[in-house]
């Protein structure tokens, strides 16, 4: 089994393919707690790692932080002020439209078609810390991740 540990912190949950992906159809609430930090990653339909997030990043006491916007925001499509869904839009789904040769111009149709790629092929797992420093590790683990640690 490959050790995903970075500075002692376990990130076999984000990793691992012993552990299930979640679709971003899925209840969210029922895999993202309801407050603290979180780390995440976002996998394609082949299990092929395509990004590394963090949420709950607030400058609030822990149980004020609210991890769960992170994921709402990535499951809506809405690539305002998101940067997910701004990628998946350039990577993904720019890429499809291109290829399709077809595009119907209507209000925010791009963000529909963004949020229809996220639910069709992305997948994601999530690393909770409900500690006060949790801000501190989720920064300092998705630089790591960004870096290419694993």
Same mark, same amino acid.
């Given at each position: 089994?490959? &050790?995903?540990?970075?500075?002692?912190?376990?990130l076999s949950?984000?990793?691992?393919? /012993?552990k299930?992906?979640?679709?971003? @159809? #899925?209840?969210?609430?029922k895999?993202?707690p309801?407050?603290g930090s979180i780390?995440? @990653?976002?996998?394609d339909?082949d /299990?092929?790692?395509?990004?590394v997030?963090?949420?709950g990043?607030?400058?609030?006491?822990?149980?004020?932080?609210?991890? +769960?916007? +992170?994921i709402?925001?990535?499951? &809506?499509?809405?690539?305002?002020?998101n940067?997910?869904?701004i990628?998946?839009h #350039?990577?993904?789904?720019?890429?499809?439209?291109v290829?399709?040769? @077809?595009? /119907? +111009?209507?209000?925010?149709?791009? #963000?529909?078609?963004t949020? #229809?790629?996220?639910?069709? &092929?992305?997948?994601?797992r999530?690393?909770?810390?409900?500690?006060?420093?949790?801000i501190?590790?989720?920064r300092k683990l /998705?630089?790591?991740?960004?870096?290419?640690?694993?």
């Open positions: 089994m490959t &050790n995903y540990t970075i500075d002692g912190h376990d949950d984000l990793f691992s393919s /012993e299930p992906l979640i679709r971003f @159809t #899925d209840d969210h609430t895999h993202v309801e407050y780390i995440y @990653t976002v996998w339909l /299990e092929k790692f395509i990004y997030g963090i949420g990043t607030q400058d609030k006491p822990v149980r004020e932080r609210d991890p +769960r916007s +992170r709402e925001e990535h499951r &809506n499509g809405r690539r305002s002020g940067q997910f869904c990628y998946v #350039d990577f993904f789904v720019v890429p499809e439209l290829k399709s040769g @077809t595009f /119907e +111009r209507k209000r925010r149709q791009l #963000d529909i078609l949020k #229809d790629y996220i639910h069709r &092929n992305l997948r994601y999530v690393k909770a810390f409900q500690t006060e420093d949790g501190q590790i989720v /998705e630089k790591e991740i960004q870096r290419g640690f694993f």
